[in-house]
Nanobody
Framework: QVQLVESGGGLVQAGGSLRLSCAAS??????????MGWFRQAPGKEREFVAG????????RYADSVKGRFTISRDNAKNTLYLQMSSLSPDDTAVYYC?????????????????WGQGTQVTVSS
């Protein structure tokens, strides 16, 4: 069982940066044994994959739309997942969710993830 709480969202101007955090509290299986992902959902759109990271943090995967602008990382000692976002555009406006997956590979499919946070709103103004 994993409980996830996102923070760091807010309102930012286009071209700006934000860093999202996701604090995890795990029972039974430790945080470091979960693949972690960031997803986002804009109004009227389906939830989409943003980035994922392996157990150790050694492997990452990004959606094409954020490659080169977003960086996913994790600190297993602090049970925390991060998403550093830069060069933000209004198209990045969405609710951002972190998610945990018990598998060993990074999936881009929301249904593959077992636990979800409540989300944090990111709004980018033009």
């Amino acid at each position: 069982q994993v409980q996830l709480v996102e923070s760091g969202g807010g309102l930012v101007q286009a071209g700006g940066s934000l860093r999202l955090s996701c604090a995890a509290s795990a029972s039974g299986r430790t945080f470091s044994n979960y693949v972690m992902g960031w997803f986002r959902q804009a109004p009227g759109k389906e939830r989409e994959f943003v980035a994922g990271i392996s157990w150790s943090g050694g492997t990452t995967r990004y959606a094409d739309s954020v490659k080169g602008r977003f960086t996913i990382s994790r600190d297993n000692a602090k049970n925390t997942l991060y998403l550093q976002m830069s060069s933000l555009s209004p198209d990045d406006t969405a609710v951002y969710y972190c998610a945990a997956d018990r598998s060993t590979w990074i999936s881009s499919i929301p249904g593959s993830y077992d636990y979800w946070g409540q989300g944090t709103q990111v709004t980018v103004s033009s």
